[in-house]
């Protein structure tokens, strides 16, 4: 059974969820810092958060970037008990929806290097080259709508 999706704006009630799927997977999982995780943009960022009944299992966020219609995606984490079964390509598939319907007409992200073939499949394309984010390879990548 896929994951059930809902959007919610800033970082209030029910964002517990999304803090709770980031913390295991770059926090704990990937040895991201606790500190960089949770930042100022939060509060400024639509956050989907996909859960299977009561139990969060991905989430993302989006917020506008200054090129006008386009936004950002990003901390974008699937528990690794929930990968490849179609769950994180079903919840980008509702990023772009809700970008397009909040105006958008095209996304970026910086994508771990070695994850860069799931944006692929999302029909993601490379724009740039890799750069450090905490050390770990990154690409920026990007979605026209």
């Given at each position: 059974?896929?994951?059930?999706?809902?959007?919610?704006?800033?970082?209030g009630p029910g964002f517990e969820n999304a803090r709770a799927v980031r913390r295991r997977v770059f926090v704990e999982e990937q040895g991201f810092s606790l500190e960089g995780e949770f930042d100022q943009q939060d509060k400024a960022?639509?956050?989907i958060i996909g859960f299977d009944g009561e139990q969060p299992v991905c989430t993302a966020r989006v917020f506008p970037e200054k090129e006008p219609g386009v936004w950002h995606a990003g901390r974008i984490a699937v528990l690794s008990t929930r990968r490849g079964r179609g769950e994180g390509l079903a919840m980008m598939e509702e990023v772009a929806k809700k970008v397009r319907a909040l105006g958008g007409n095209a996304l970026v992200l910086s994508a771990q290097h070695d994850k860069a073939g799931f944006y692929q499949k999302a029909g993601y394309a490379l724009t740039g080259e890799t750069m450090l984010d905490e050390g770990y390879p990154h690409v920026w990548m990007r979605l026209d709508l």
């Open positions: 059974l896929m994951a059930e999706f809902t959007w919610m704006c800033g970082d960022s639509w956050h």
